[in-house]
């Protein structure tokens, strides 16, 4: 599962990344890094960007670099 397949209202857990994209290693400065706890906030009509919650602040992403983010569902979800 991938932070593009985030389902609203679930928490998730950041499990792996795919570090090869520069745009990726960018939204890892941010904090998108293994073992970050997100959720969807919302996505745009058609579904592109995706716009996740973290650390109390949203981040808006394109749903291709949401791809390269292995996420699970946090324990007790």
Known sequence: MTLASLKRGQKYVIDGVNAS?????????????????????????GGDPLELRMYGNAISLRREQAQEFAVSLRKGE
């Open 21 to 45: 994209d520069p745009d990726v290693q960018r939204l890892m400065v941010l904090g998108l890094v293994e073992g970050t706890e997100v959720e969807l906030a919302s996505a745009a009509i």
